[in-house]
């Protein structure tokens, strides 16, 4: 049986380099509702021996201060409806920010499963932030880099009992 992830978080935090990392080359722009149209994009990801459907919420980026909190709520939300999982990024070297306490409330209040990555955590400057995503109260933070690879085998061990 295969299972659906999908990568949440603000803009910035990595998101679509871990959805790369996992998913190659292979994309698929996914979801035609209207203004979600391109920002949710879809691939198959794989880790070791197992396989899933991974879903960024792409789309962000662009957005303006005032439409960001709208987006990104609704980005999340539509995320959130589409997976079994959630992986909820954050910047592990700016640590917890209000946005992320945002994102934060609406995965408890859509009693998402969800699974806390503390990004860009190679080297000493991220362990304050590690340390600060227990905070959010979403359980133990992945300590995670999705730039160099760093932490895939521990996400191999979160992932697993899941497939
Ligand atoms: P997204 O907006 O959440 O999709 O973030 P991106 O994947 O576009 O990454 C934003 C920036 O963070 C880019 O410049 C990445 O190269 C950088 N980045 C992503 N992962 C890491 C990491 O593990 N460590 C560091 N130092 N930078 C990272
Ligand atoms: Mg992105």
Same mark, same amino acid.
């Given at each position: 049986?295969?299972?659906?992830?999908?990568?949440?978080?603000?803009?910035?935090?990595?998101?679509?380099? $871990?959805?790369?990392?996992?998913?190659?080359?292979?994309?698929?722009?996914? *979801?035609?509702?209207? @203004?979600?149209?391109?920002? &949710?994009? +879809?691939?198959?990801?794989?880790?070791?021996?197992?396989?899933?459907?991974?879903?960024?919420?792409?789309? &962000?980026?662009?957005? %303006?201060?005032?439409?960001?909190?709208?987006?990104?709520?609704?980005? %999340?939300?539509?995320?959130?409806?589409?997976?079994?999982?959630?992986?909820?990024?954050? *910047?592990?070297?700016?640590?917890? %920010?209000?946005?992320?306490?945002?994102?934060?409330?609406?995965?408890?209040?859509?009693?998402?499963?969800?699974?806390?990555?503390?990004?860009?955590?190679?080297?000493?400057?991220?362990?304050? @932030?590690?340390? +600060?995503?227990?905070?959010?109260?979403?359980?133990?933070? $992945?300590? $995670?880099?999705?730039?160099?690879?760093?932490?895939?085998?521990? $996400?191999?061990?979160?992932?697993?009992?899941?497939?």
């Amino acid at each position: 049986m295969s299972f659906t992830l999908a990568i949440v978080g603000r803009p910035n935090v990595g998101k679509s380099t $871990l959805f790369n990392r996992l998913v190659g080359k292979k994309i698929a722009l996914v *979801d035609d509702q209207p @203004g979600v149209t391109r920002d &949710l994009r +879809e691939g198959q990801g794989r880790i070791g021996d197992i396989s899933f459907t991974v879903i960024d919420t792409a789309g &962000l980026e662009d957005a %303006t201060d005032e439409s960001l909190q709208g987006r990104m709520r609704k980005l %999340t939300e539509r995320a959130v409806e589409m997976a079994d999982v959630c992986l909820f990024m954050i *910047d592990a070297r700016v640590g917890v %920010t209000p946005t992320d306490e945002v994102l934060a409330e609406i995965l408890r209040k859509k009693s998402a499963r969800v699974l806390v990555a503390a990004n860009k955590s190679e080297g000493r400057a991220a362990d304050a @932030g590690v340390i +600060e995503a227990w905070n959010l109260g979403l359980g133990e933070p $992945l300590r $995670l880099s999705a730039e160099h690879g760093e932490g895939m085998s521990e $996400l191999y061990s979160m992932l697993m009992p899941i497939s």
